[in-house]
């Protein structure tokens, strides 16, 4: 059984469209959380979640919109969407609290904006 | 101030050579540093974590050094192998902050 599954795994789009990543996990994990990796591999935070609360929103475009329907789940719609929006995106969980560091990674939804 | 600065960008070794991957932080308030390897089209995973009481930790053929004074960490691969090719990140966070700061990656191949 895959740990934390995203669909997705690849997403090929035009400029202007609006999509959606989703992310499941069965881990029993309480918080997750999407990163961004660009061309150059860089990994960033973009949001996280506690128990379907939103407590990690970086500065991050408001056409990006997190939605988490249950703790096991938490998906990424993105409108009107740009050609910087071409990057891999990963889902990530963890059990939160004091061993909330070891992140639970997703194999990548590698998105490309035409 | 949150930035973790993460060198060589890429590493090529002979099998059997040491890789060291190099880290500097400057919040002192992070207190773990992990470790994660990430193969192509996989996500990153973890290898090994530290945190700052101990100067160093060692599981398996991976060590972590740490320096604490020098705000910087290493990690070294003994007998590398070529299954060891990856890009590696370091990390840094800060108690129960929900947010692992990641350094920019090391590619890494290991020649046979």
């Known amino acids: 059984d895959t740990a934390v599954s995203q669909t997705p795994k690849y997403l090929v789009t035009q400029m202007g469209n609006d999509k959606s990543i989703k992310c499941e996990q069965n881990l029993g994990h309480d918080t997750m959380y999407w990163y961004k990796q660009d061309s150059k591999k860089f990994l960033k935070i973009m949001f996280s979640?506690?128990?379907?609360?939103?407590?990690i929103n970086e500065t991050v475009p408001n056409r990006f919109s997190p939605k988490s329907p249950d703790k096991a789940h938490l998906n990424l719609h993105i409108n009107s969407l740009e050609l910087g929006d071409s990057a891999v995106y990963f889902c990530?969980?963890?059990?939160?609290?004091?061993?909330?560091?070891?992140?639970?990674f997703g194999s990548g939804t590698q998105l490309s904006v035409l | 101030q949150q930035q973790v600065k993460q060198s060589p960008q890429s590493l090529i070794v002979q099998k059997g050579g040491i890789p060291i991957i190099n880290c500097a932080y400057e919040?002192?308030?992070?207190?773990?540093f992990p470790w994660y390897q990430q193969f192509p089209g996989k996500g990153p995973a973890l290898l090994i974590a530290i945190r700052p009481d101990v100067s160093e930790k060692k599981e398996g053929r991976f060590t972590i050094s740490f320096n604490k004074s020098a705000k910087q960490f290493s990690l070294h691969i003994m007998d590398s192998q070529p299954g060891d090719s990856a890009t590696y990140f370091c990390?840094?966070?800060?108690?129960?902050?929900?947010?692992?700061?990641f350094g920019s990656g090391t590619r890494l191949l290991v020649r046979p």
């Open positions: 990530a969980s963890s059990t939160g609290g004091q061993t909330n560091e070891k992140l639970f």
């Open positions: 919040n002192t308030a992070f207190d773990y």
């Open positions: 990390a840094a966070c800060w108690g129960s902050s929900y947010k692992l700061i």
């Open positions: 979640y506690n128990n379907k609360e939103l407590i």
